[in-house]
């Protein structure tokens, strides 16, 4: 039986349904409870403020057994059908099953909702922004997910293919050892751009936090504009990602790149926040938070992921383009390695088709660890 959920007590249901089913699973990092509750609580999340969502719950004998969300971004709606979203198109996401047949009927609920709501398109799974967790994990279940990706049972793949879902886009991330350098030909690029007058690569000033943040932000939302799949972000949305992020915010691990004192670049990177809260089971108590707050305050991460990097949209395919990143990969590489004992990083997602960063990627020695795969169905 599917029902929607309408009440505390179901939402609080929707939220454990993930521990229960995930608890075998020696890679999936429990989310914290608290920020798994504020994602899915209109008033929390701005993406509620240009979304219709729904979430439903699967029972089987009366005992909780699978959920899915099911939302309409009316964001996404506005886009270019050629960009992926577009007109029409509907999504679903949150999902967790504990069989096929489970996962079937959550679908075919989101499939219905979408249906009743003048949608003729799924793309999914998306939870529940496409800025969040994009995409369903088909490569790398052998290892635990870093900050801001999602891990999914391995089966699932097989179970919504079945139900008729094609491909619609690989989304890739990067593994990148980064205790030994980079080779001699970056060095050379980088050496190069230092030698750029024009050019300055300077780390964010966390005392005008909100001033960089908006910058960032505002070069995100204009270097991504013409990618698959973009839905620009609201001003709401830039400030409240901006303060989520803030505690984990390093100086020297987020670049600004300026040309003749405009900033045309950026490149963030985040300690790997799951090597703290992996063992605290979703719970901060009762001793969790003081763990946390240690790691807070005196960080160190073997591994860093950095999930966003943009180039102002005028100066895509250029060389210089492709030089400020591997001068801001190296600028980060060599503090993240120096001041928070890093060894590994951890770049993406990345699309499929982004030549332009996988030839980065391969030049400074990525290899690809990851991948996910977002589902297009008419409905």
Do not use: C
């Not at 886009?169 to 980064?178: A, E, Q």
């Not at 690029?189 to 300077?202: H, Q």
């Not at 910058?215 to 013409?226: C, E, H, R, T, V």
């Amino acid at each position: 039986m599917i029902q929607p959920v309408t009440t505390k007590g179901q939402t609080k249901q929707f939220v454990e349904i993930a521990y229960q089913l995930n608890a075998y699973d020696p890679h999936w990092v429990p989310p914290l409870r608290s920020e798994f509750t504020k994602l899915i609580t209109p008033g929390k999340n701005p993406f509620f403020e240009h979304a219709r969502v729904q979430f439903f719950l699967a029972l089987r004998e009366g005992k909780v057994v699978g959920r899915i969300s099911a939302h309409i971004d009316e964001l996404a709606l506005e886009q270019p059908a050629e960009q992926g979203m577009g007109p029409g198109t509907g999504n679903w996401g949150l999902m967790e099953a504990a069989d096929e047949a489970v996962m079937h009927a959550l679908i075919r609920a989101a499939e219905d909702w979408l249906k009743d709501q003048g949608m003729t398109r799924v793309l999914a799974p998306i939870s529940m922004s496409v800025w969040e967790e994009p995409g369903l994990l088909t490569h790398g279940h052998d290892h635990s997910p870093m900050i801001m990706m999602g891990h999914h049972n391995a089966d699932y793949q097989g179970w919504i293919e079945n139900l008729g879902y094609a491909v619609a886009k690989r989304i890739i991330s990067y593994d990148l050892p980064v205790t030994d350098g980079f080779p001699k030909l970056i060095n050379r690029i980088v050496a190069s751009g230092e030698r750029n007058e024009l050019l300055k690569i300077r780390k964010v000033d966390k005392k005008h936090f909100d001033r960089d943040a908006a910058i960032i932000m505002g070069l995100l939302n204009d270097a991504w504009s013409g990618n698959w799949g973009f839905v620009p972000m609201t001003d709401h949305e830039i400030s409240h990602a901006g303060e989520s992020l803030k505690p984990i915010v390093h100086e020297d691990l987020i670049r600004i790149a300026e040309l003749d004192g405009e900033p045309v670049a950026f490149m963030m990177t985040l300690p790997d926040m799951n090597e703290v809260i992996r063992d605290l089971k979703g719970s901060l108590w009762p001793f969790g938070w003081a763990k946390l707050l240690w790691w807070l305050k005196f960080p160190k991460a073997q591994s860093m992921r950095v999930p966003l990097m943009g180039v102002k949209k005028e100066l895509h395919n250029s060389r210089l383009a492709s030089q400020m990143a591997f001068m801001m990969i190296e600028y980060i590489r060599r503090d993240a390695v120096a001041n928070f004992g890093t060894r590994y990083a951890e770049i993406g997602w990345i699309l499929d088709d982004n030549q332009g960063m996988i030839a980065i990627a391969d030049a400074i020695g990525a290899e690809i660890n990851r991948e996910y795969l977002i589902y297009d169905k008419t409905i």
